[in-house]
């Protein structure tokens, strides 16, 4: 939704006659300043219409300024324009002063006056050199726009020196608030000079450049792009480059017609009409000034009058309208007589000297007031220095005898608290020392405490291994040896072969647990010799596996060793043993009849990396997050009912970690499981 848009919209909804209603309307015809000109003067008249009803001067003062703005006739807009000045001044609004002084100028320039309109510029140029050095200009246009104005003036009484130097300013002033547009108006009008002191080539590069600005950054600034599109074609033409003077005029007229800005149309038109001329098309140049004529003579500037009349005299007489002819050259040398009588160009120039004696009048006088000041000052300064030395004395004195009773009092009470300081600080120092100890002795209580539990939970797990998991095989053994013994001679050989073997199988567990028993037990007490040497980790494997092949076989497990080459570590060689023959003998315990275990071993970096697969059971999550501590019991029967401890998966991680590896578990129920543990590599 547009500015227009929003604003239409507030006021539909806001149906009182007040001050809010004037602001809106006025805010409407501002916002349509450069899409229609006529419904913004329809805006403007209405909120004028509505402050003189309501009597609210700040609303009358904007309308009226928006009104001479937008008006045509330049009687009308000088009017509105003098109303906006005489209800600014009631309201002491300097800014806005500012702003009807400048219109005014513009007006009296545009009807050609150009005494009055310097006089009129002067009086903005004061204001806004007063605002500037206050630095309370918000932006650089009213300032700015002066000396463009001061500048135009000089450049239609053919002073370019002086019009450059004010335009020059103008851009100082542009640049130093970052105004673009102003910026770039600055340098069309630097073109503008250069071209009237028939330096085409320099004045073709400015408007050139400001044209391909404008139509790059802002596009929407149609009235100066028509502007441009002119400027670039009348150098051409000059040029005597006529087919790209024609296109450039071209456009100047297709962007002017569409915003409906008659001076630039008549510009326009007036510059066809001259290269008519150039090509001896005497007749077109006629129709193309006539044209410019009438679009001209309800708004035009005097000096654009002026070259069209001239024109037009030129081409009737070329046509044999000698009367016409006639009249035309009356009016053209009436008007250029208007614009370069001697009393015009005395009076701009004594204007210019009236201008700069005043400024150096008041810069003069704000001098001599700052000295005024500064004198009046540095006087005052003196008397109250006086005054207060001579205070200062008997203050002075009194402080002395003050000072000096406070000093004895003081003396007496430091001693005092330099005692009681030091009795404090020694008793602080004891505190200290005994809160370090306590300190201390708590995080060593709490250390044994956690050695303690952990040693608690050993004796726990130990006395279970040997009241429970050693009892059972070696009762087993037992049992079936006194079998054996007592009725050797009533059992068969088939019956006794299977008894051996279950005696045997007992045995065999029951070392394995003697084995981990004393490995952990060692562990335990720090007893544990670890001897690392070089060794092929594969050679180990492999006699694991072959250690293991028959418990495998009597479950018609397959243990593939898919290790290649050589592994070499740095180990100890028995508990990398046990390790490996934990970690495999586990996979076939939880293995399946049929089933595969699978050892793989392989370079990672620094490491050795094995891995023990099976196609198991698998392991629980729950299962798998306590695995390696001693503090559950995660023992549980392998698919033949083969019990355990939960010991060796215990002692993998003391060992591995001791060799500075790691040890870790990938497991799904129902799929299998692959433990992982990392040794150094030799």
């Not at 002017?256 to 001259?274: H, R, V």
């Not at 009349?309 to 007489?317: D, P, V």
């Not at 934990?582 to 990396?609: M, P, W, Y």
């Amino acid at each position: 939704m547009s500015i227009v848009d929003s604003l239409s919209s507030l006021l539909q909804q806001h149906s009182e006659d007040d001050s809010t209603r004037v602001n809106l309307l006025n805010g409407i015809s501002h916002a349509l300043y450069r899409a229609d000109r006529s419904r913004a003067l329809k805006y403007a008249k209405e909120a004028n219409d509505l402050s003189i009803q309501i009597n609210y001067l700040k609303g009358k003062a904007q309308s009226f300024n928006l009104m001479g703005i937008y008006h045509s006739s330049h009687d009308e807009s000088l009017k509105y324009h003098k109303n906006a000045l005489e209800a600014f001044k009631k309201l002491n609004d300097k800014k806005g002063m500012n702003k009807s002084y400048m219109n005014i100028g513009i007006s009296y320039r545009r009807k050609g006056n150009y005494p009055k309109a310097l006089e009129y510029y002067h009086n903005s140029l004061k204001i806004s050199e007063e605002l500037y050095k206050r630095k309370a200009l918000e932006n650089s246009a009213i300032l700015s726009g002066c000396y463009n104005s001061i500048g135009i003036i000089h450049l239609h009484q053919d002073n370019f020196a002086k019009a450059l130097e004010y335009y020059q300013k103008s851009l100082k002033i542009c640049k130093e608030f970052n105004d673009r547009l102003g910026e770039l108006n600055c340098l069309n009008n630097i073109g503008v000079v250069y071209d009237r002191q028939g330096d085409s080539n320099t004045a073709l590069e400015y408007y050139e450049k400001v044209l391909n600005i404008y139509l790059k950054e802002e596009p929407s600034f149609k009235e100066r792009i028509a502007s441009s599109y002119y400027n670039v074609g009348l150098i051409y033409m000059r040029k005597g480059e006529h087919s790209k003077a024609y296109k450039y005029y071209q456009q100047a007229l297709i962007f002017a017609e569409e915003i409906g800005n008659k001076s630039i149309t008549a510009y326009a038109y007036q510059g066809m009409s001259k290269l008519a001329i150039a090509q001896n098309n005497v007749g077109e140049a006629f129709n193309y000034s006539k044209k410019a004529y009438n679009l001209a003579k309800d708004g035009g500037e005097l000096e654009q009058l002026k070259e069209i009349a001239q024109t037009l005299a030129e081409t009737s007489n070329a046509l044999g309208n000698y009367k016409d002819a006639f009249d035309y050259y009356v009016l053209y040398k009436a008007m250029n007589d208007s614009i370069f009588n001697e009393s015009n160009i005395k009076e701009i120039t004594a204007l210019e000297y009236q201008y700069k004696f005043d400024k150096e009048k008041r810069e003069s006088e704000l001098i001599q007031q700052k000295k005024d000041a500064v004198r009046i000052e540095q006087a005052q300064k003196q008397r109250i220095l006086l005054i207060a030395s001579i205070s200062g004395l008997v203050l002075m004195s009194l402080l002395v005898l003050i000072v000096l009773r406070s000093l004895m009092q003081k003396r007496e009470t430091n001693e005092a608290l330099a005692t009681q300081q030091e009795q404090i600080s020694e008793r602080n120092s004891e505190l200290v020392n005994m809160n370090q100890k306590i300190r201390a002795q708590s995080t060593e209580l709490t250390y044994i405490n956690q050695k303690l539990s952990e040693l608690n939970i050993t004796k726990d797990k130990f006395f279970s291994i040997i009241s429970h998991d050693l009892k059972s095989p070696f009762n087993a053994v037992l049992g079936f040896s006194s079998l054996l013994l007592e009725k050797h001679d009533k059992i068969d050989d088939k019956e006794r072969a299977k008894i051996i073997k279950y005696v045997n199988s007992s045995a065999e567990s029951a070392y394995k647990l003697l084995e981990n028993l004393l490995a952990w037990s060692q562990a335990q007490s720090g007893k544990l010799k670890y001897s690392p040497e070089t060794l092929d980790i594969k050679d180990l494997s492999i006699e694991t596996i072959f250690s293991l092949e028959g418990q495998a076989r009597e479950k018609g497990i397959t243990i593939i060793n898919e290790t290649s080459g050589t592994a070499a570590v740095y180990a100890d060689k028995n508990m990398l043993s046990m390790v490996l023959r934990n970690l495999i003998s586990n996979a076939v315990k939880f293995t399946h009849k049929g089933g595969e275990v699978r050892i793989n071993i392989q370079r990672c970096e620094e490491d050795i990396l094995v891995s023990v697969l099976d196609t198991g059971v698998g392991i629980s999550n729950e299962t798998l997050t306590k695995l390696f501590s001693i503090s559950e019991n995660t023992s549980t029967l392998g698919t033949n009912n083969e019990k355990g401890t939960g010991l060796g998966l215990i002692l993998c991680k003391e060992f591995v970690e001791k060799h500075g590896g790691n040890i870790w578990v990938e497991s799904e129920v129902g799929k299998g499981t692959i433990f992982y543990f990392t040794i150094p590599a030799s």
